[in-house]
């Protein structure tokens, strides 16, 4: 039986099902990651006797953070004099999320979480003193 089989697909059934592909998996990924926002800042709250008003993270924005990277815990240098060499930051696209904290109960401020793929990268706390938790 000659003529067109309806199974193959061509060329443009690929494009338009393209970017339906990337957004379900960049959807997949940012839903995984504020999995992940969360369950930071309930540990980090619970960590400093804090309570994690709603339960709930408000993706704010991506930015662009430079990673300090440590050496490794073996790195020795060559003679007693020469300075241990630091790797160089890398600069890495971050997701962050805000999310509302009390300390009694009776107030509300503001925090941000900041992820780096799959990893928590910074903690801030905004009150009227302001904590910053690395975790690099």
């Known amino acids: ?3 067109y089989n309806r199974r193959m697909y061509d060329i443009y059934d690929i494009i338009l099902l393209f970017p339906l592909v990337v957004f379900g998996c960049y959807w997949w990924r940012a ?3 504020k999995r992940i926002a969360v369950a930071g800042a309930r540990a980090y709250c619970l960590e400093r006797e804090l309570q994690l008003l709603d339960e709930t ?3 704010k924005q991506h930015r662009i953070e430079k990673e300090s990277r440590r050496p490794p ?3 020795l240098p060559a003679s007693p004099n020469a300075p241990v060499r630091l790797p160089e930051p890398r600069r890495r696209l ?3 999320y805000e999310f509302d904290y009390s300390q009694g109960g009776q107030d509300r401020q503001s925090g941000e979480i900041i992820l780096s793929g799959y990893r928590v990268l910074r903690v801030i706390l ?3 003193v302001l904590e910053i938790t690395n975790y690099q």
Request: with cysteine.
């Open 31 to 33: 839903s995984e990651q």
């Open 73 to 75: 815990a073996n790195a």
């Open 94 to 96: 971050c997701r962050v």
């Open 126 to 128: 905004h009150s009227q």
């Open 57 to 59: 993270l408000v993706f």
């Open 1 to 3: 039986m000659s003529g």
